[in-house]
């Protein structure tokens, strides 16, 4: 029998009803006027998701930093911004209470875009090292050399990660997800391809994941009850040739399982080596239909730690196998992005299976395409939050260049709103003789 829709408890005690998780989509949904909180179409989309049937939802990635965001339209809580307006706050407790009502628990994913910080936006990308992203002819147009991080900077991010995390607690959500998968800072400062630090922070894998642990830690002692949720997502491997890799991940998540976390994700890749998304996979993963389904095997057998295992899952076969040692939980993103309700329709016996249409393409490859697919999603979201049907059979390309465009919209009313608040905040505070963090 199928163990998907059976409950399962997490090592703070939460019960979570079935095992099926909505995993992490960044929506690009902000209000930009209401300084990078939810817009009414992002509030919506998670009232559709919370009564979807997923156990869990976490959020698409928060942004712990407004002045170091993953894309123009990206959501940020933050101290700074909790006095820009009354509504900041509150648009946050409504999406997070729209996401309750429907059953589902709401963990929210928190992350740093460390060097994969667009350049769209005008702001300082920071890294482990000044080693720019390289995703071929267009890796000068998008992404600028990052500057490196110093001490300072690096213990700046670990106590934003932790106010974030309090913050969210306040607000009500059930939980946390660090991000530290995918490129981003600390997957960025795990890789020995990003990161090429002699201090404290890099060389060894201790030290290179030294980030990512000191990051839990600090969200630990920030955050008021025990009850509440810390996952985290890391990277199976990198994908490229001297990364990180498979072995790293698995100390990682013997060390994690020491920390007091409540799941641990496994996902795979980043923007230079779209893994996560189904391309440049090994071939032994992309077998699978569950692309890091054997990693997640892996780490369940040394892992009390419950693994959730993201990336391919669409059919209930596929479900079936990643939950079926009792120790994975499955994550699904894209199916979930353009059918909210699917964890309903399976448990009722369904098998839909939904997919993108057009995700092969001879105009698009490699970070391109595997970014186009993701806008794919991102259009059905957005239609799902205006009350719509979603749309997966929009073209790869239209839905890029519409994220495009939509994103210098974005970009430009950042700059002008947010940048604006910030940098007057800042004057303020450096007029009084106090550098506010
Ligand atoms: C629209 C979209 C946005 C995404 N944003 C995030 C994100 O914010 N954080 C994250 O960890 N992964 C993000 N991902 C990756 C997914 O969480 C997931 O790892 C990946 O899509 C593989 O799962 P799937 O095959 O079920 O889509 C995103 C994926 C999509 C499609």
Redesign the pocket.
Known sequence: MSLAFEPVELPNGVVLKNRICK????ENLADIDHFLAPSHELIELYRAWGKGGSALVLT??VMIDPRAL?SPGALCLCDDLVDSDPAYLDRFRQMIDACKEGGAEIWL?I?HPGRQTPKALGQVAKGPSAVAVDIGRLSRVMFDKPVEMTEEDIQVVIRRFARTAALAEELGAGGIEV?A??GYLLSAFASPIANKRTDRWGGSLENRTRLLFEVVKAIKREVKSPKFGVGV?INSADFQRGGFEEQDALQVIKTLNTLGVDFIEV?GGSYESPA???INLSTRSAQREAYFLDFAEKAAALSTVPIMC????VRRETLDQVVASGKTIA?????I?IMPDLPNRLERGEDPAPRLKYTTSWVLSGSVLASA???Q??YS?ERIGRGKEPCPGVWPAWALLMDQVAGLGQASKYKKVVVKYLDERDGRAVKRGKKEE
């Open positions: 995993a992490a989509m960044e698409g990635h993953g994913q992350n991000h998968a995918h997502k996902s996560m998304r189904g993201t990336g391919g899952i994550g699904i993103a894209t199916a992005g697919t993701t806008r999603v991102n979201m």
